[in-house]
């Protein structure tokens, strides 16, 4: 499994579900709640396995270690702000300009690893490389799905 590509669909998803949210109003706390409950649980899924399988054998290659570091400090940032949104009232008015700013912080992270990073790392690792990184990035999101599940029992 190529892992830019797991990434690059993750991207698309959150993109789908920026603009389903965005059409959501102080009335629509339902949709605001099942939207909001997707986008986490998927950006959980992204990030642990971005940052934990994704990011770590990358930190050993000096030409992308300030891009990698820099992407976790997006992240640590989209953590801060998701916690405030999950804080925040589905029918309060400040409620969509947090998720707006999200939002904004993602699509200028994700910009830059579609960008920047992903073709940086078509260059330097090679397809085995990736498959490899890729393979364990899918096994991690696995045994994250099934001890979510298991918990839920």
Known sequence: MDPIQLLHSDHQKF??????????????IEERLELHLRLELLLALHMLSEERIFYKP??????????IKKNY?????INIAIH?????PYQSEHWLPKFQAIRDTMLSDMAEKENFL??????????AQLLAIGEKMAAY?????????????
Not at 143 to 151: G, P, V
């Open 73 to 77: 400090e997006a992240h640590h940032a």
């Open 58 to 67: 990358l930190l050993t290659l000096p030409e992308i270690t300030d891009m």
């Open 141 to 153: 999101r696995q045994t994250l799905i099934h001890s979510n599940n298991n918990t839920e029992s």
């Open 15 to 28: 993109l789908a579900l920026f603009s389903q949210i965005e059409t959501t109003t102080i009335d629509s």
């Open 84 to 88: 405030e949104l999950k804080i925040t």
């Open 118 to 127: 992903f073709p940086k790392l078509r260059e330097i690792l090679s397809q």
